[in-house]
Nanobody
């Protein structure tokens, strides 16, 4: 089992920044692929970013490329999502997820453990 706890969400104006954190416990963090997902009201959960076990490979959705950065600190058992130049369409509940699979993972179904989510609201 892996427990994930997100933090760092909030209300920000368009153009602003937020940094999300996700603290993991219960399993060797270095053996996990980590991802960030978001879900807006009435929409399906979508992948935002993912990072490989050692942090050498990353994935970003086209909508956030150049604005968001995912990073992983295996010593602190924490994954981060730095979000810059935020837009109103970035609004949603952001979830941290962990996968025990090998290689980078993007799809919701490929993740085994999920956090409770943190709300991000970007005002125009």
């Amino acid at each position: 089992q892996v427990q994930l706890v997100e933090s760092g969400g909030g209300l920000v104006q368009a153009g602003g920044s937020l940094r999300l954190s996700c603290a993991a416990s219960g399993r060797t963090f270095g053996g996990l692929v980590m991802g960030w997902f978001r879900q807006a009201p009435g929409k399906e959960r979508e992948s935002v970013a993912a990072i490989s076990r050692r942090g050498g490979s990353t994935y970003y959705a086209d909508s956030v490329k150049g604005r968001f950065t995912i990073s992983k600190d295996n010593a602190k058992n924490t994954v981060y999502l730095q979000m810059n130049s935020l837009k109103p369409e970035d609004t949603g509940v952001y979830y941290c997820a962990a996968s025990t699979a090998m290689g980078l993972r993007v799809a919701v179904r490929e993740y085994d453990f999920w956090g409770q989510g943190t709300q991000v609201t970007v005002s125009s």
